[in-house]
């Protein structure tokens, strides 16, 4: 032993296993074993190296420590813990990368469920859409009527400017269907209009136009045909065009022509007004039985209409895409569907049908990006320029509206109603040559919605679309004699728009724009960091770790003496 210590005064305190001698006794008492050492000669010491030994039996006399990698519960620890990290970090960056979790969590959230904040906001909008009405005034046709002039003048007053108040009622829940009625209350607004509500206007009279081709339809017989014209003859207002004030022509009047209507078309259920107005039928009244999907479900489906009184499909045309009512009341679409190519659809009760909306471009308002959707050019098109239109056309006479134009005579009571754009816009020229005083303004006269893209709300938006009558008289009602058959009146035009939101309402959008997306990013960051930290760490633990010697042997001082002498 002494031979070896002096043998190796200078060699380092470690010895690998290429080191020829076994045993190494350094200055400092120490003795350095190699690892495949037998260990023989050491009381109470079995085999080292990868074999687990013990040495309790010189446990006074020696310390003992293996050599290798350190097999201490620490190490493991770490190695657990870094492996974890990693794997935890690698699938929340994946996850956070790939879905957009936070955003799903504020859209579950947007799903009417009863006693909710969202159902609040649904069911009593904060939001006041302004009406603007605008009325073409007829003021040459007495000139018309006499002959002294060839062809109808119209001057457009207004706008006449209405707050528009929707509350849902007559709720009803039923799993994920949720049904109920709109009641809407419009409020004068003097400071948006131009003109007072008592202007008195020169309007085409529409129960006139309305009743007589009502009672063209209904094949009348000649005894009929006569009492009816005796009793419109003697009634009140029986001229082709009437002048009334705007607020009478509006939300309605007294006429003795609504009470002989009432004769033939209450047999069938249709009067439901005792005075004829514009827009009388939607003041203080009660909508459609509605049902809509709530999206407690499906969240593709989030305020998708499902019935209509009852009935999956409308019943007023002959194909399955015309009675559809797959879509929305445009307030709020499925966020899945804002993929800027799929076209949405916006149900219109007074229009009988459904009208689609496509992908714009990009908007920015108030500091929220959106995305805006307008209705196509084609969309009143005959089909000749839209084929989809072909199932509108009427399948009896074999006739369809002009371009331009929709017929919706089945939601008036028979009345020949028709809508187009204002003026007439991108419709055919020949409906302004009857008419003079139109004049179509693309920018005026468009209709569009600027949508929130994660939440699916309908933000602001603009909706134009004019009234008119067709003219469909009979030799039996004289007071229509001069008008040609067959044109088309325009009576008004409505814009329907959102422009302004409560400052609580812009608050709740912009947290949901802003807020949940920064949140998401950090999520995102974080992951990604941990990831590439905890990465380095295992790396460096795994191949940055060194051999240990395997047994260190320390001597007691009065031990080495004995064996040295």
């Not at 706008?159 to 004068?188: C, H, M, T, W």
């Not at 107005?277 to 593709?300: C, W």
Request: aromatic share 10%; proline share 6%.
């Amino acid at each position: 032993m002494s031979t070896n210590s002096e043998t190796v005064a200078s060699t380092p305190l470690m010895t690998a296993k290429e080191n020829q001698e076994n045993v190494i006794v350094s200055p400092h008492g120490k003795t350095l074993i190699r690892e495949d050492t037998i260990l023989a000669n050491i009381p109470g010491c079995a085999l080292c190296g990868t074999v687990n030994f013990t040495c309790s039996a010189v446990k006074n006399q020696w310390s003992v420590l293996c050599w290798g990698r350190p097999s201490d519960k620490k190490y493991y620890f770490l190695l657990v813990l870094l492996a974890t990290t990693l794997m935890l970090s690698l699938m929340g960056t994946i996850f956070f990368s790939l879905t957009n979790t936070i955003n799903d969590a504020v859209l579950s959230n947007m799903v009417i469920r009863n006693n909710t904040l969202s159902f609040s906001l649904w069911r009593q909008p904060t939001v006041q859409p302004v009406m603007k009405v605008y009325i073409f005034n007829y003021t040459n046709w007495q000139e018309v009527r006499d002959g002294i002039e060839e062809k109808l003048h119209v001057e457009e007053v207004g706008p006449y400017a209405y707050s528009q108040q929707v509350e849902r009622v007559n709720i009803g829940f039923d799993n994920d269907k949720l049904s109920y009625q709109e009641k809407n209350y419009f409020r004068y607004l003097p400071e948006k209009s131009v003109g007072a509500y008592f202007d008195k206007v020169y309007v085409p009279n529409l129960p006139l136009l309305g009743l007589v081709a009502k009672t063209k339809s209904m094949d009348l017989s000649t005894i009929q045909q006569l009492t009816l014209q005796s009793l419109l003859n003697f009634a009140k207002n029986h001229d082709a065009f009437l002048e009334l004030p705007v607020h009478r022509f509006l939300w309605g009047y007294d006429d003795t022509i609504i009470d002989t209507a009432k004769i033939f078309l209450k047999w069938s259920g249709e009067m439901k007004f005792d005075k004829f107005g514009l827009l009388a039928p939607k003041n203080d009244t009660l909508s459609e039985h509605l049902t809509i999907n709530t999206g407690e479900i499906a969240k593709d489906k989030i305020n998708v209409l499902e019935e209509v009184e009852g009935s999956d499909h409308l019943p007023y045309w002959d194909s399955p895409q015309c009675n559809s009512i797959d879509a929305t009341d445009g307030t709020m679409f499925p966020p899945s569907k804002l993929d800027k190519k799929t076209k949405l659809h916006v149900f219109f009760p007074n229009l009988c049908r459904r009208l689609p909306y496509q992908f714009e471009k990009d908007v920015e308002i108030d500091d929220i990006p959106l995305l805006r959707y307008k209705m196509p050019i084609n969309v009143f098109d005959d089909p000749i320029g839209n084929p989809d239109n072909q199932c509108y056309c009427h399948v009896d006479t074999a006739t369809c509206p002009p371009k331009g134009v929709i017929n919706v005579t089945a939601c008036t009571m028979g009345a020949p109603a028709l809508v187009s754009f204002p003026h007439f816009h991108l419709g055919d020229p020949r409906l302004r040559e009857d008419v003079t005083g139109l004049h179509p303004d693309p920018l005026l006269h468009e209709s569009h919605f600027d949508i929130h893209q994660t939440l699916g709300l309908t933000l602001y938006g603009k909706s134009s679309l004019q009234i008119n009558i067709e003219v469909k008289k009979t030799p039996m009602f004289t007071a229509l004699g001069f008008l040609k058959q067959g044109i088309i009146l325009p009576v008004a035009w409505i814009e329907l728009s959102v422009a302004e939101l409560p400052e609580s309402i812009k608050t709740l959008i912009y947290h949901g724009t802003y807020s949940t997306a920064a949140i998401q990013l950090i999520i995102r960051v974080i992951c990604i960091l941990s990831l590439i930290i905890s990465a380095l760490c295992l790396f460096t633990l795994i191949f940055g770790r060194r051999p240990k010697p395997c047994v260190s042997i320390h001597h007691k001082p009065e031990m080495e003496k004995m064996q040295m002498s």
